[in-house]
């Protein structure tokens, strides 16, 4: 269960994530690195975080006109990144764009495709949110399947969404589609500003291929411990 683990680094403490790193060290497969972390860190920290056995997300969450993603995707590929993702709302074109230029990366460097992934709607908008946000007449879960099949056209490897939406998702994109779930909350810790959420057990019994958990795990009295009861909870289900 722990290459399916990704934890979600959301601190800029550079010794906070060094630290979580040795601790974390082979118990989790996966680092995401958001903004905060990537501007503490740099690419420079790819190849730390894969001598500690974790792989690492990009989830700088790229939203652009088709020339700048494509340049910021292949850089990313460039430096060893494992998984990277876009707006899936930035466009089919934006896609499109974005995974050539991975292809063109790995072939140039002779290295492996990362996973190239969508985000449909976020984790922390709900219907009421989403009407409010979007004003669109689909409604919340149609948009999300609308954009992920959207990704799946343009030839992404999957998409970011909540737990809830695995079901939808899984029958208008098949079962090699990749899914990423946020919102994840073990029954022990607090939702936050979370709305879509599940436990770790329910993901994956829902057949998340990686669950993403931060602040459970960072924000934890002990993180070593909180990752330990979260792999027992995933490996139950
Ligand atoms: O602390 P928490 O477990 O809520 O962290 C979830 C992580 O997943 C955050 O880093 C957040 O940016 C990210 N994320 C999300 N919803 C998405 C995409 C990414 O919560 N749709």
């Given at each position: 269960m722990k290459n399916r683990l990704i934890v979600a680094l959301d601190t800029?403490?550079?010794e906070k994530i060094g630290w979580?790193?040795?601790r974390l060290r082979d118990t989790v497969g996966w680092f995401k690195m958001g903004f905060q972390a990537f501007s503490a860190l740099g690419m420079e920290a790819f190849p730390r975080f894969e001598q500690n056995g974790h792989k690492v997300f990009v989830d700088l969450k790229f939203h652009d006109i088709p020339n700048t993603v494509a340049r910021d995707v292949g850089m990313m590929t460039k430096h060893g990144a494992h998984m990277i993702?876009?707006?899936?709302?930035?466009g089919f074109e934006m896609m499109q764009a974005a995974r050539k230029s991975a292809e063109d990366a790995t072939a140039e460097n002779g290295i492996p495709m990362p996973m190239l992934l969508g985000v449909t709607v976020l984790t922390s908008i709900?219907?009421?949110g989403f009407q409010r946000s979007f004003g669109s007449e689909r409604?919340?879960?149609k948009q999300v399947v609308y954009l992920a099949q959207l990704a799946q056209e343009a030839g992404l490897s999957g998409v970011v969404a909540s737990p809830l939406e695995i079901e939808p998702i899984r029958k208008a994109c098949g079962d090699d589609f990749v899914i990423v779930t946020p919102g994840i909350r073990p029954k022990w810790s607090k939702s936050g500003d979370q709305r879509r959420i599940t436990t770790p057990a329910a993901a994956i019994q829902r057949s998340a291929?990686?669950?993403?958990v931060?602040?459970?795990i960072i924000e934890a009295a002990d993180p070593v411990e909180a990752t330990e009861m979260i792999l027992e909870e995933m490996k139950g289900a």
């Open positions: 800029d403490d550079d979580l790193s040795s993702n876009m707006h899936a709302s930035g709900d219907e009421t409604g919340l879960t291929d990686y669950i993403v931060g602040r459970p």
